[in-house]
Each structure stands twice: as structure tokens, then as C-alpha cells.
């Protein structure tokens, strides 16, 4: 059965602090995504990698980076987390082909205070 | 740039009826995909169902099938003999043909979805 999971259900983190969020998946899949989801936004892509080391920003990149040192986990990092990413952060991966579809995790709920 | 709209941002259906989703979009693609994803509250989301642009026949899973209008680009979804399981968030979503460098056209295009309530 294939697995995405994330590090965490629920985070509660201060203003300033480093936070990491882990995402693994176990299907050898090509490409790796986070999104965050709020109400009324819908998802929204922060980053994608499409290979090892490879990433690139998607929509709202800004105060995120991420790392992909190995194919099957991608790592969001915010340096210095602030209210604003108060906010449930999804991570996908999705095998190379057309038709691919996503997989997703479970979610993690991050509470900046 | 390609959007995906959702026109509808909550729909209740009783148990056992039928109900549509509607999904439109804007392209200049000819050949693209499709889909629609459901999001149960508190759980994983999961795909419900593709298409292919370039196929003329809707695509069929059980009880979930698609209108597809390509030519109005319109992708709308019917849950028939809907079930309380189907209440969720469902999220209609598109992504192009990818070409030799698919960087970009490798991520989904995503509408805000639509609250899909069942009522018993």
C-alpha cells in the first residue's frame, strides 16, 4: 500500500523559532510537493523537487526553503517561523508519469504563536 | 496562465441522491488532464477520478463519473446514490501535457473546492 508521511500531526512553534517539517514516501516517486491549505484559499504550492537536490519554487515561496537530500524525503524548512504560517501544510509525491496521480500525507497542523 | 474554478464553495445532498460538482477552466492547452481529489474532514486526500483531455468518453469510477465539455472546458463531477462517506472537500484540479523540460508542468493547477455535505 502506498505511504506518504509527515513528521508530525501537530506542531505548536514560537515566532522566530527554526521549524522543519518531514515528509517520506515510500513508492520511489520522482516528484515531491508541499502545500499549505487554509479556508476559503484552497491549496497552495510552496515548493516541488523533481529529482534529488532538485527544486523549484511554486506559488508562495517566500519564508520557506526546502531540501531534498534523498529521493524519498523532502524537507520544508521555515528559518524563522511567523504567525502568518500559522497553517495546515500537506506534502504529495507522484510517480514521472503523465498520468501520475498525487499521493498525499496526512498533514501537519502548525500553530506559530 | 491556466485557472480552475469551483463555482460552488458548499453543496448538501440527501442520502441516496445524486448530486454535481461543477469544475471549469481556462487553457490554451489542447492536451491536458483532469482531476478530482476528496479531502474527508480530518483525512487524507485522495484522487476520485481523471481524464484525459484528448479521450471523448467521461470518465467512470463506481459511483463518481464526469461530464467533461472540452470545447466549453467544463469538468464537472456526479456522485450518484451519494453516501454519508462522500461528505468532504472535494478539489477539482488541472496539469498540462508535459513537454521535454516539464519543470512547471509538472504541478496541478488547483480550485478552491467545494463542501460537499450528505445529509442522512
Known amino acids: 500500500d502506498v505511504k506518504v508521511t509527515q513528521s508530525s500531526r501537530y506542531l505548536v512553534k514560537r515566532t522566530g523559532e527554526k521549524v522543519f517539517l518531514e515528509c517520506v514516501q515510500d513508492?520511489?516517486?520522482?516528484?515531491m510537493f508541499w502545500y499549505r491549505q487554509d479556508p476559503g484559499l484552497g491549496l497552495r504550492l510552496i515548493y516541488f523537487?523533481?529529482?534529488?537536490?532538485?527544486?523549484e519554487k511554486g506559488d508562495i515561496p517566500e519564508g520557506y526553503s526546502v531540501s531534498r537530500e534523498k529521493k524519498e524525503r523532502f524537507s520544508l524548512i521555515l528559518e524563522s517561523a511567523s504567525t502568518n504560517q500559522t497553517s495546515m501544510y500537506l506534502c504529495?509525491?507522484?510517480?514521472?508519469?503523465?498520468?501520475?496521480?498525487?499521493?498525499f500525507g496526512p498533514g501537519t497542523r502548525l500553530t506559530v504563536l | 496562465a491556466q485557472t480552475v474554478t469551483q463555482s460552488q464553495p458548499e453543496m448538501s445532498v440527501q442520502e441516496a441522491e445524486t448530486v454535481t460538482l461543477s469544475c471549469t477552466y481556462d487553457?490554451?492547452?489542447?492536451?491536458?488532464?483532469l482531476f478530482w481529489y476528496k479531502q474527508p474532514p480530518s483525512r487524507q486526500m485522495i484522487l476520485v477520478i481523471r481524464?484525459?483531455?484528448?479521450k471523448q468518453q467521461n470518465a467512470t469510477e463506481n459511483r463518481f463519473s464526469v461530464n467533461f465539455q472540452k470545447a466549453a472546458k467544463s469538468f464537472s463531477l456526479k456522485i450518484s446514490d451519494s453516501q454519508l462517506g462522500d461528505a468532504a472537500m472535494y478539489f477539482c484540479?488541472?496539469?498540462?501535457?508535459?513537454?521535454?523540460?516539464?519543470?512547471?508542468?509538472?504541478?496541478?493547477?488547483w480550485g478552491l473546492g467545494t463542501s460537499l455535505a450528505v445529509n442522512p
Open positions: 504529495a509525491s507522484s510517480g514521472a508519469g503523465m498520468l501520475n496521480e498525487q499521493f
Open positions: 513508492m520511489d516517486h520522482e516528484n
Open positions: 523537487s523533481y529529482d534529488v537536490k532538485m527544486k
Open positions: 487553457t490554451s492547452e489542447s492536451d491536458y488532464y
Open positions: 481524464q484525459e483531455a484528448y
Open positions: 484540479a488541472y496539469r498540462r501535457e508535459l513537454g521535454l523540460y516539464a519543470g512547471n508542468n509538472r504541478k496541478l493547477i
